[in-house]
């Protein structure tokens, strides 16, 4: 969610760690090739938390765009966050807490079964069992998975469990980009970013063709100026060279005057990108997505809602965005819900009912769903749930649409 974390105003000023440096990353790469298979629908049966609802499916009927979008089926996954589908669909990543705390990186079949932790142990290049691995991402290709990694040394470190300070890390603080295989067992570091100060990465994203990486990058922590601290968006070629992964060709390409920029992703031609921004704000929580051509640097506020607006996708087709807002419910604090637009910001209907009764995906708990991430054929998202009342608790769902509302 939203970076209230790096209100940690002090940080840029306690007292730096040793800093070393990796070995440098060989970046003079050439891309891979990206397939792109077809993904299978998910299994999609309910069950998960107490709701009233779990067994409900909405009703079905077909022919218009608003019917295909109407929520038949949400299965409940457990806890956890950030699950994303791998190009085949027979997998999820996501991250989860274990006993000690600490965010490790997953993957499941999508049905819940074939849990696997990829960094409960070491691996040479890897960061440490007891640092965070967080906000998975699969390569287009299939070949890597991309997450934030938290540095092994920084100021905070004997506290990097701590609920809040793990929110922190999870949203950039102290923490590089990592891609790995999918078994868990290669580990190659694209970032080098500095425990003497606010820095780090967050919100990685490839292109639909896996040849460009887009990120958030912290330059400076929250003040009485900057209620979420000043961020940089990055984008740069992911080039791959003998099987070894790089970044080549770094651009900066942060909109005038942003301060907060969040990295959401591609359009699947890659001409566009969105992202959440301030740009034009009305008060420290109205971000607004915005929809930058990366050609001309053009923007379009999709949005303009002075609702907090964030985590936003493209569907596979285009033509369709899914969002989180705050937008239903704008007297509470923690409570929002998905929405859905077109691709030009025209049509915004609301697709989640977290909070409200009789829906599937209905909860008895007030809900934040946050990042949603569609499968291929644009049939379901995978989506977590962020508890508002237990934050920084997360569960994982799946929920499936009546028709091919993405495709």
């Known amino acids: 969610m939203l970076v209230i974390i790096v209100a940690l105003i002090g940080l840029s000023q306690l007292p730096p760690p040793e800093h070393s440096a990796p070995e440098s990353v060989d970046v003079d790469l050439t891309p891979a090739a990206t397939p792109s298979p077809e993904i299978p629908d998910p299994v999609a049966d309910s069950g998960g938390p107490s709701t009233g609802n779990a067994d409900e499916s909405s009703p079905s009927s077909a022919g218009s765009d608003a019917d295909h979008c109407d929520i038949k089926q949400a299965k409940y996954l457990g806890a956890g966050g950030y699950p994303d589908w ?3 669909g027979e997998l999820l990543a996501y991250h989860q807490k274990d006993a000690d705390g600490v965010y490790q990186l997953h993957t499941m079949r999508p049905d819940g079964s074939s849990d696997v932790c990829l960094t409960c142990a070491e691996h040479p290049g890897a960061p440490r069992v007891d640092r965070h691995k967080m906000m998975p991402v699969w390569h287009p290709s299939g070949r890597f998975i991309a997450v934030q990694g938290e540095m092994d040394d ?6 990097s469990t701590n609920n809040l300070l793990s929110e922190f890390l999870i949203n950039g603080l102290w923490t590089n980009i990592y891609v790995t295989t999918p078994d868990g067992t290669q580990w190659y570091r694209l970032t080098d970013h500095l ?3 606010a820095d780090g990465a967050m919100h990685v994203q490839f292109s639909a063709d896996g040849s460009k990486m887009l990120w958030s990058h912290l330059v400076q922590p929250a003040s009485s100026t900057l209620p979420w601290g000043k961020w940089r968006l990055l984008i740069a070629d ?6 070894v992964p790089g970044l080549q060709n770094i651009r900066d390409i942060t909109p005038a005057n942003a301060l907060f920029v969040e990295a959401h992703g591609f359009s699947p031609d890659g001409r566009y990108i969105l992202f959440t921004g301030d740009m034009e704000n009305t008060h420290d929580w109205g971000h607004d997505i915005w929809k930058m051509e990366l050609a001309t640097g053009n923007l379009v506020n999709l949005t303009r809602s002075g609702y907090w607006d964030e985590h936003a996708q493209y569907s596979p087709s285009g033509k369709k965005i899914v969002y989180m807002s705050s937008e239903p419910y704008p007297t509470a604090f923690f409570k929002t819900e998905l929405m859905l637009v077109n691709g030009d910001g025209t049509g915004k209907r609301q697709l989640t009912h977290f909070n409200v009764p009789g829906y599937p995906e209905s909860v008895d708990e007030k809900s934040m769903p ?3 991430n ?5 049939s379901a998202l995978a989506v977590t749930q962020q508890l508002g009342d237990r934050y920084p608790a997360t569960n994982m769902w799946i929920l499936t ?5 993405g495709g």
């Open 195 to 197: 425990n003497t100060k």
């Open 86 to 88: 791998s190009p085949t």
């Open 401 to 405: 649409f009546n028709g091919p509302c």
């Open 238 to 243: 992911f080039v791959v060279n003998a099987g």
């Open 370 to 372: 946050t990042r949603a």
């Open 154 to 159: 920084h100021p905070l470190k004997i506290l």
């Open 374 to 378: 569609w499968n291929a054929n644009g």
